[in-house]
């Protein structure tokens, strides 16, 4: 039995700064249809995807996101995504929010599978991504996934502490390294404690 899934998740990790090389539309309609495919509450299917790799939009979008807010920072114009995917659903129920996640993570996974890295993004002047992308009202904008080939290699590391800090930061080199709890400590079997 292969674990490649498996492997890809362990390999995945959030990607801000981007090599400059076009993704092509047909590797973001690949993603997205891996989106699509992913499960739904009650089968509702809410969620509809806006896809860009449009030269003349690519630096309006990336001027209303915030891409690392524990470390306040953004990458440059020449490190800006390469392709958006950004998610909208018509209306909102309690479950919309799953399905989204569910969606994202399956399209994070295909774009990494194929080389391309991303970063999920909740920061963004949601007015402003609405007019730019002509979203109509009754839609509500759920996340920004900012795509292209990575241009950094961030490392996570096993928190020695369970009360350690969990924000992300960089070295001096610039490498970003993300803490995660240690698997023992978020796992428990049979019961809670």
């Not at 590797?27 to 806006?50: E, T």
């Not at 979008?61 to 807010?69: E, P, R, Y």
């Not at 020695?160 to 960089?170: G, Q, R």
């Amino acid at each position: 039995m292969s674990d490649e899934v498996y492997q890809i998740i362990m390999k995945r990790r959030t990607i801000r700064k981007f090599k400059q090389e076009k993704i092509s539309h047909d590797l973001l309609k690949k993603f997205v249809n891996a989106g699509r495919v992913a499960p739904s509450a009650a089968n509702l299917q809410p969620l509809r995807y806006i896809i860009t790799n449009k030269e003349e939009l690519l630096p309006k979008l990336f001027s209303l996101i915030k891409f690392a807010g524990y470390i306040d920072w953004n990458p440059s114009r020449e490190e800006m995504p390469r392709a958006y995917i950004v998610i909208i659903s018509e209306g909102e129920d309690e479950n919309t929010r799953y399905d989204v996640g569910l969606a994202a993570e399956n399209i994070i996974l295909t774009a990494l599978e194929e080389g391309v890295g991303s970063c999920c993004i909740r920061a963004f002047e949601e007015d402003k991504v609405r007019k730019l992308l002509n979203i109509p009202h009754n839609y509500t904008v759920q996340m920004i996934i900012a795509m292209g080939y990575p241009a950094e290699d961030p490392v996570y590391e096993e928190l020695k502490d369970k009360n350690d800090s969990i924000k992300y930061w960089k070295d001096s080199n610039g490498v970003l390294h993300v803490p995660k709890r240690q698997l023992e400590d978020i796992i428990y079997k049979d019961k809670y404690k």
